[in-house]
């Protein structure tokens, strides 16, 4: 027996490196690199094989529950055990249902060769009716049981986006669950707030299993806990995202043309929620919807979804509403009147709407607008930038005469971040192109892709929503993210798709 090497199960070991490969075109494989090369390629097959007999080979089992024990309870491994008299017996969940139907669809159908159908979909070759797919690579280096599946076509790569996205992505913890879990720590460790152990170590002791608490309850790892407890970002990410409510805007859209597109009535949908905030003293409405129709002029041609992404509103200063109320009041009076000609002086400190500057500072005119109510205060001055910083920073301009926090806000749009920002949408799933209300996704994409303040801009009171869709024409982006937004629902579908199939097998 001393003259045999002691066996090792492969499952217990680590894998061998394979020896550099000879370089050498010219050699006739006698070399030692090519001897080893072969040697090591053998011992690769063989353990491969021992490895996929010992891990990879399904045997169906029954549960194993003894209903007479006089006890259940879990080992130092953690495994249910029964402990019935002197006798301990492992206690088991088996694959076979009731039915005697294997739950890990054993055995698999075999595939003899590998097949691409006329749709695209390949079939991998599967000898093995009891085994899962393999690859002995990755058998070799994971030394344990691995399932590996075709990616290339068919509905199993949507159904593993649709699956990463969906984890990844999942809603967080409510507040009442985290104070729930942070109480219950302290409930259980009360006895330790009363002890020898220093405070530290006592503090520390707790935050550990709070955050062990918390972990099991967001069903993320430590690691991940840890990330936050330090202070330190869960994500790296080159865009950043912002928030965006699209089903106000679409609501709007949709009860001014409510008389109109009857098709459009939908008694399940609710209607906008306007917020009402307190500005000194006085209670204000506000609106994200009227952010984009009272947009300045000098951002005319912008879109809703490029809005989203480069526009920033702030809060005047003090100083400065008091100044935007000077240079109202100052402007009103140094204006012409109706009777005499304008001259070049009149207008050589202000800007037009397409953005020149004169006179060394930046100035917005609002001009009147014909689908706009006239007023003497349709023209005003907006905030002032110096020339020197319009390079530094975007300009700042008021919003047009209606916007109910026009003096109280200022807004400015930063073009670079039409690159880099990303809009959320939040409030509900996008409609959809190829299922459900056609007219309601084409308000949509319209209201998205189309600029517009009044939604008569959009289109006509005879026209449809359908039709003014197809004709209008969407720069090559738009239709990019048009497609892009169906890729969730496919994705979905097809998630769907696979787990009935896989119900069925």
Known sequence: MHGFPVYIPPTHTLPTAPPPICRNHNCPGTCSKCTSFVQWWDHFSRETDDLLLRSNLHSHYHSVEDTNANERKKDWRGLKVIQKGTKRVQERKGCMNRNNVCRARFPRPVVEDTVVSDDGHISMRHAEPMMNTVNPVLTYFSRCNTD???LLSGTAVKAVIAYVSDYVSKVSLKSYQLF???????????????????EHEHSRRLMMKMVNSL????????????????????????????????????????????????????????????????????????SSVDDYRFRPFVHEDLTLFEWIQCSDKQVRTAKERREFQDDIKSDMLDRPSAHTPATDSDDEDYIDPDGDVANGEYKDIIFSDSDWETDDEDIVIASKQKK???????????????????????VSCNLNKLFTVIPNFIGGALPRADKGDRNFYCLTMLTLFKPWRSPADLKDADSMWSQVFEDHIFTERQTQLMSNFNVRY???????DHFAQMKRK
């Open 148 to 150: 590996v599946t075709s």
């Open 180 to 198: 729930a879990s942070v109480f219950q720590v302290f409930k259980d460790n009360d006895e330790t707030q009363h002890g020898d152990e220093k």
């Open 215 to 286: 972990s099991t309850k967001m069903e993320i790892g430590s690691p991940m806990a840890a990330m936050y407890v330090l202070g330190h970002p869960d994500h790296y990410a080159s865009h950043t995202y912002i928030p965006f409510a699209w089903r106000s805007y679409a609501l709007f859209v949709r009860s001014f043309w409510s008389a109109h597109d009857i098709v459009l009535e939908d008694a399940d949908v609710k209607e906008e929620k306007v917020l009402v905030t307190r500005f000194e003293g006085q209670f204000v409405p506000g």
């Open 388 to 410: 020197k910083n319009a390079d530094s920073k975007p300009v700042r301009y008021s919003f047009l005469l209606g916007h109910p926090r026009r003096d109280s806000h200022v």
């Open 490 to 496: 496919e994705c979905n579908d097809a998630r769907d």
